[in-house]
């Protein structure tokens, strides 16, 4: 089980008050995580931190778009 015992939680600055929202953790030294905002108790996905950040540039420079 992954440890995320002094997690910081933030939705994004993009977030929409419909709740349609994720939030990260990214003060952990070895993980980031990312949660669903309207399951806080739920699921969370984890990221090595360089695996997050080449995620968040390549969101910012439009790699994902279909």
């Not at 929409?16 to 969370?44: I, M």
Request: charged fraction near 20%; hydrophobic fraction near 40%; glycine fraction near 10%.
């Amino acid at each position: 089980m992954v440890d995320l015992v002094g997690a910081i939680w933030r939705k994004s600055t993009r977030s929409n008050n419909g709740g349609n929202c994720v939030e990260v953790a990214d003060n952990l030294a070895d993980l980031v995580g990312v949660r669903d905002s309207k399951d806080p108790a739920g699921p969370v996905l984890t990221f090595a931190p360089e695996t997050w950040v080449a995620f968040v540039s390549g969101a910012k420079q439009g790699s994902y778009h279909r």
